[in-house]
């Protein structure tokens, strides 16, 4: 029982905090600027505001050395993400609530892994990763079925009748108190595993943690300063955005030991998804699909962990992305409905921490970090057809970008967004290598005792 309900509670929190950093209310920088300054990107935006919950789950993961204060914080992460969500508004205020909510709930949670029972350390962060990764990968089809943000394209705006705001996320609020619920029932059952952790943390990790988020915001501003048509959305936005990628994967390098392996599966996944989109047409069979593989995989993954082989799959499916831009294809659809959830799942859980559950402490940031990262994906086309004839309805100096995604239909913007993602992952192949070289600091050395 303990074990299954640590299964729900780690994914379904996981999940919801995941999708909560990636999926934000739209913000009022979502109309790129191509005139005038943009100085309001670095606080209105959604790297901005991702990076504020990555920088609360840093906090939380650092701070908090018993397992009551991670269920204590993840608690409250989740119960504030149900009070936000239910009263929805795209108040600056309230994005910033949601973000900071989510990786509260996310440190929390790593904090009660990391302070539990050592036997299921390894199953519970596989079951958080799992969780990481179905939120990042559903928020778009989730959106799609539940708030139906792209079943009007964008450019008919101006033809629509205005709405007051935001609908209710009620599948947030579900999972959410889903969430509270297991999380609530695996702390009552599981008391007698309860146990202090260090106070102390590596100076590299949290540097890290607050690094990478930081750097995204200001790459996201630069890429918005040097925006001055739209031909520049295809051509750079995505060389400054990996960038981050690149520092992400110098961070996991700086971390002891092997702590940084989970950086890596955040790097190899952010790259993917950002040039093999999941596309599978119905939206309900497009969720019951990611949620099937996300959790095959990340079974594999804890059973088989062998992260090389993850990024072989997650190459695999970039090339048949390649072949076929368009996604005219079976084959290459089936790529990127099956095998972008499997393989991403896969990488992330083979990278999380095994035997020194310590390590989870670390993996806290580089999850909430993956939706700074992935805030910079915007520069990735998106087939639609006609889009720019229809360019001057947005106004004047600017132009919608949706939710984060650019409509510009290139064969050159998928195959360099390819090209590149495939160099990230051969490049967090090449870190990995590095990485599990180094031997594992044991539980009871200078970065892993527990606290007296």
Same mark, same amino acid.
């Given at each position: ?9 780690f ?32 606080y209105?935006?959604?790297?901005a ?20 204060d991670?269920?204590a ?21 309230a ?9 509260v709930a ?20 596989t079951? @958080?990763? &799992? /969780?990481?990764? #179905?939120?990042?990968? *559903?928020?778009?089809? %989730?959106?799609?079925?539940? +708030? $139906?943000e ?21 599948? @947030?609020? &579900? /999972?959410a108190v #889903?969430?509270?619920? *297991?999380?609530?029932? %695996?702390?009552?059952?599981t +008391? $007698? ?8 943390w ?16 200001v ?8 925006v ?19 520092l ?7 971390l ?8 890596v ?5 952010v ?8 596309d ?18 990340a ?14 799959v ?59 990262l ?11 057809h ?6 001057p ?8 970008t ?18 590149l993602?495939?160099?990230s992952?051969l ?22 005792e527990?606290?007296?």
């Open positions: 029982m303990h074990r299954f309900l640590g299964l729900v509670a994914a379904l929190g996981g999940a919801v905090a995941t999708l909560a950093l990636t999926t934000p209310t739209p913000s009022s920088s979502e109309s790129v600027q191509i005139v005038g300054a943009r100085w309001h990107v670095l209105d935006s959604p790297a505001t991702a990076a504020a919950g990555a920088i609360a789950a840093v906090v939380v993961a650092a701070l908090l050395v018993r397992r009551v991670g269920v914080a993840a608690v409250a992460g989740l119960v504030t993400l149900v009070v936000v969500g239910a009263t929805p508004s795209g108040a600056l205020l994005r910033y609530t949601t973000t900071v909510a989510a990786g996310l440190g929390g949670l790593c904090v009660m892994i990391v302070a539990g029972a050592q036997q299921h350390g390894r199953l519970r962060s079951s @958080l990763a &799992a /969780g990481a990764v #179905l939120g990042y990968l *559903a928020g778009q089809p %989730l959106r799609q079925w539940w +708030r $139906g792209f079943s009007t394209p964008r450019r008919y705006a101006d033809y629509l009748p205005h709405t007051s705001g935001p609908p209710t996320d009620w599948v @947030l609020i &579900a /999972g #889903l969430a509270i619920i *297991a999380l609530a029932a %695996l702390a009552t059952a +008391r $007698g595993e309860s146990r202090r952790i260090a106070r102390t590596s100076v590299p990790a949290i540097v890290v943690g607050l690094v990478v988020p930081v750097a995204a915001v790459a996201y501003w630069i890429f918005r300063e040097s001055t048509s739209i031909d520049d959305l295809a051509s750079r936005s995505w060389a400054i955005g990996y960038v981050v990628l690149a992400a994967l110098v961070g996991a390098l700086v002891p030991g092997r702590s940084g392996l989970a950086w599966g955040v790097v190899a996944v790259a993917s998804v950002a040039a093999a989109h999941v599978g047409g119905d939206t309900t069979v497009s969720l019951l699909v990611i949620a099937a593989m996300v959790v095959a995989g079974l594999l993954g804890h059973w088989r962990p062998v992260p090389l082989v993850g990024f072989a997650l190459l695999v499916v970039l090339l048949a992305r390649g072949f076929d831009a368009y996604d005219t294809e079976l084959w290459a659809v089936a790529a990127s409905v099956f095998g972008l959830p499997l393989a991403s799942a896969y990488t992330m859980a083979s990278l999380m921490p095994g035997r020194n559950v310590q390590h989870t402490r670390t993996a806290a940031p580089a999850l909430a970090a993956l939706a700074s992935a805030a910079l994906s915007g520069g990735i086309a998106k087939s639609d006609g889009w720019v004839s229809y360019l309805l947005t106004g004047a100096g600017s132009f919608s949706g939710a984060g995604y650019v409509d510009i239909d290139t064969d050159l913007t998928v195959t360099t967004a390819v090209i993602s495939g160099i992952l490049a967090c192949a090449v870190v990995t290598l590095l990485i599990t070289r180094r031997p594992d600091l044991e539980p009871g050395t200078a970065n892993d527990e606290a007296r």
